[in-house]
Every structure is written in structure tokens, then in C-alpha cells.
């Protein structure tokens, strides 16, 4: 499977690097090739990133594209772009690419620009899952991952003990083919939890307020939400 990534922070890079680990082909989807590889500064928010260019040294079979390109090559897409900015990007990468395809958003519509802590935008009556699938009714958009840490996303056993990730959907295939990613990157079947529609991902947004007082309260990001009596 060829999954096209649009993101080039810490979510896209740690998801395309496990997809690889997993014999899948993957390339990576930014605004300017050319500018992004050229950057020599960590990114300056949360928790330093290095320059991309230091990642891409590291997994050369990567390919680095414009959304647009990356977009026309996936087979599967994955959203990890900033929240505020998704549509952007995937305005950027054109109707025409998107069309039939299953996006599996990771991205949180977190608004830093009151600063600490960041609101939600949109929030309670909407989502950025639905935002994304009205905007774009020619995508297959499946929620899920958002609540945790990325490295978490594609390694739950970092957590110990029970854990859930949550799937919000209004295509059943589509939900069904994230379903099967999300056991390759060893997710048990039963910490898997279909809340439902698209409309459910306003519920896994508004977990983000609480995910980031626990962050801020343990000191580190390696940890998830249990349901108990699930
Ligand atoms: P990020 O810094 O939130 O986003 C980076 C991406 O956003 C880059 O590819 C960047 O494009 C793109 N971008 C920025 N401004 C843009 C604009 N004006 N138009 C189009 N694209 C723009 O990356 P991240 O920290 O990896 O997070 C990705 C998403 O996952 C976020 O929505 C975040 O809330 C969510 N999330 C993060 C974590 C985590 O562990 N960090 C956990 C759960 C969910 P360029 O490549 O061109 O710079």
C-alpha cells in the first residue's frame, strides 16, 4: 500500500517511519520541498523537533513532495498537519487527488494564538474530522490516534497495561481498513473503540484540554486513556 503522509512534523515523521518498518511505501506531503529541507532550525513549538533535513537523512527511501504530489500518489492519506491549518493543506493538495481516498486525520484543531492554554477550533457543535469531511465529501475520513502521542500511535506497548484509540467514521470500509492499520501497529482488537460517526470526533477533539494538563502534570507524554467497563 502506498500511503501519502501530509505533514512534516513529529506525527508525520514517526507514523511514516513505522509504515515503512511495515513494508509499506510511503512519501511526505509539505507545502515547499525545497524550503522544508533547507530548514537547519528545530521547529520552535512544544517539545524541539530537529530539522527535518536530519530526518530525511535517516530514511532516504522517504520521498519528500508537495501536498498536491503526495496527495496524487497515496493510495491511503494521513492527516498530520497543524489543526488551524488542515484545510490549507488539503486545499493544497487538490479535490482532484483526494477523491475516493480513506484520510485518516490525526490532527487536533488546537488555536495557540490566545497562548497557554490553546483553545479548540472549531469545538462542542463541530470538529475539524467533520470540517474536513464537508469540505472534502469526495474523502473517506476516519478520526483516530489524535488522543495520544505519536510515539504511542504506532507503539501502545510503550504504555503499559489496557489502553484505548478511538475511530470516528461515517464510511464502515474505510473505518474497516484503519481498523486493520491500527492492529499491524499492534493495537488488540479490543482496545480498538468505534464511537461512530464523523460527528463523534467532536468528543476525541475536546479529550485534548485534559490530554495536555496530564502531560503538563506527569512530565513526559507516555501515557493513554483506559475505558473502564467498555
Ligand atoms: P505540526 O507542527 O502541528 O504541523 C506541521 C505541518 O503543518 C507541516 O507539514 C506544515 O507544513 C503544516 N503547516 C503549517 N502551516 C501551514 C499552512 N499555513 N498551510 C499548510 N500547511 C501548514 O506537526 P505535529 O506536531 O507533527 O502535529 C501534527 C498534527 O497532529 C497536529 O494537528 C497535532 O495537533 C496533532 N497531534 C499531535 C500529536 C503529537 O504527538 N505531537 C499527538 C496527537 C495529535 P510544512 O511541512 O510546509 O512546514
Redesign the pocket.
Known amino acids: 500500500m502506498r500511503y501519502a503522509i ?9 507514523v511514516a517511519a513505522r509504515l515503512v518498518s511495515l513494508g509499506h511505501d510511503v512519501v511526505i ?4 520541498p525545497a ?2 529541507l533547507a530548514r537547519t532550525e528545530p ?1 520552535a ?3 524541539p ?1 530537529p530539522p ?1 533535513a536530519s530526518w530525511r537523512a535517516e530514511h532516504p527511501q522517504v520521498e519528500l513532495l508537495t ?1 498536491a504530489e503526495a496527495a496524487r500518489q497515496g493510495e491511503v492519506l494521513v ?8 484545510i ?2 488539503l486545499t ?1 493538495a487538490d479535490a482532484g487527488h483526494l477523491e475516493g481516498k480513506v484520510l485518516i486525520d ?5 488555536d495557540f494564538s490566545g497562548g497557554w492554554p490553546p483553545v479548540l477550533d472549531p469545538v462542542n457543535t463541530d470538529s ?1 474530522g467533520e470540517l474536513i469531511q464537508r469540505t472534502f465529501p469526495g474523502l473517506r475520513v476516519v478520526k483516530t ?7 504511542v ?1 504506532v507503539e501502545p506497548a510503550r504504555v503499559s497495561g489496557d489502553h484505548n484509540v478511538f475511530l470516528s467514521g461515517d464510511d464502515e470500509d474505510a473505518k474497516k481498513e484503519v481498523r486493520e492499520l491500527l492492529l499491524s501497529f499492534g493495537w488488540p482488537e479490543a482496545s480498538i473503540l468505534d464511537l461512530g460517526g464523523i460527528q463523534t470526533a467532536r468528543g476525541v477533539e475536546m479529550v ?1 484540554p485534559i490530554w495536555l494538563q496530564l502531560m503538563g502534570k506527569f512530565g513526559h ?1 507516555d501515557f493513554n486513556f483506559h475505558i473502564q467497563g467498555a
Open positions: 501530509l505533514g512534516t512534523g513529529i506525527v508525520g515523521r514517526t506531503g509539505t507545502r515547499d524550503t522544508t521547529a513549538t512544544g517539545v523537533v527535518y501536498f492527516n498530520a498537519t497543524g489543526g488551524r491549518v488542515s490549507d493543506a493544497a490525526i490532527a487536533n484543531p488546537l475539524l490516534l489524535n488522543t495520544m502521542t505519536s510515539a500511535m485534548l507524554a
